[in-house]
Nanobody, 127 residues
């Protein structure tokens, strides 16, 4: 089970940190990712992180503004979002893949609808 939290309303230029708590026995064996779905658009990749946290990948749209991290002692992955823009408004979803980084589709920015997903948390950026 994946449970996201931390969404809310923030002004453009502001910051927000999302959390995703995972009920996984061996959390460090999971590649974790964040995706988002803006109103009227398809879900898109945001960021991914390897099981150890040493490798990360970002979508070009968020590179330099968002940071993905994880705390394997707390079974939690985070998404620190800064310099938020109105176009960042979306429902943000957490995804988990029991895999190595090189084998996980998350490492290439994709993940299927039948994968392990959270329920999402809404981020609204007002301009």
């Amino acid at each position: 089970q994946l449970v996201e939290s931390g969404g809310g309303l923030v002004q453009a230029g502001g910051s927000l940190r999302l959390s995703c708590a995972a009920s996984k026995r061996t959390f460090s064996n999971y590649v974790m990712g964040w995706f988002r779905r803006a109103p009227g658009k398809e879900r898109e990749f945001v960021a991914a992180i390897s099981g150890t946290g040493h490798i990360t990948r970002y979508a070009d749209a968020v590179k330099g503004r968002f940071t993905i991290s994880r705390d394997n002692t707390k079974n939690t992955v985070y998404l620190q979002m800064t310099s938020l823009k109105s176009e960042d408004t979306a429902v943000y979803y957490c995804a988990a893949d029991y895999s190595s980084w090189v084998r996980s589709p998350l490492s290439s920015g994709s993940y299927g609808p039948r994968g392990d997903w959270g329920q999402g948390t809404l981020v609204t950026v007002s301009s």
